[in-house]
């Protein structure tokens, strides 16, 4: 298997009805996956940028977090639609989409 440029990790963390804290499951975390998988198939990205999902991140609150590796950069509240700027700015332009960056110190 070769090395991926980039990972990105979309949480699908699913947590017990009635959590206060929500989860990504409930935000369409499953769904923002599919998405993501479908958007780097069809503009031939992988295997080179590869998507998993993943447990809880801790963002549990903005939903659904996103997080592209190695550039650190974490994204929260993604939908279904956010996918496409996501991969156009971010994976093929190199610009973060900064409308969806997650407050975060340091
Ligand atoms: S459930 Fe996704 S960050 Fe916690």
């Not at 990972?7 to 923002?32: L, N, Q, W, Y």
């Not at 609150?61 to 956010?82: A, F, K, M, R």
């Amino acid at each position: 298997m070769a090395k991926p440029k980039k990972h990105i990790f979309v949480c699908t963390h699913e947590r017990p009805a009635g959590d206060m804290r929500g989860s990504c499951k409930k935000a369409g975390g499953a769904r923002v996956l599919d998405a993501l998988r479908g958007e780097l198939f069809n503009r031939d990205l992988m295997p080179d940028i590869k998507a998993t999902k993943s447990g809880c991140l801790g963002g549990c609150e903005s939903g659904t977090i996103v997080v592209v590796y190695p550039d650190n950069v974490w994204y929260h509240q993604v939908q279904v639609e956010d996918i496409e700027d996501i991969v156009e700015d971010h994976i093929i332009d190199g610009d973060v989409v900064e409308r969806l960056l997650m407050p975060m110190g340091d």
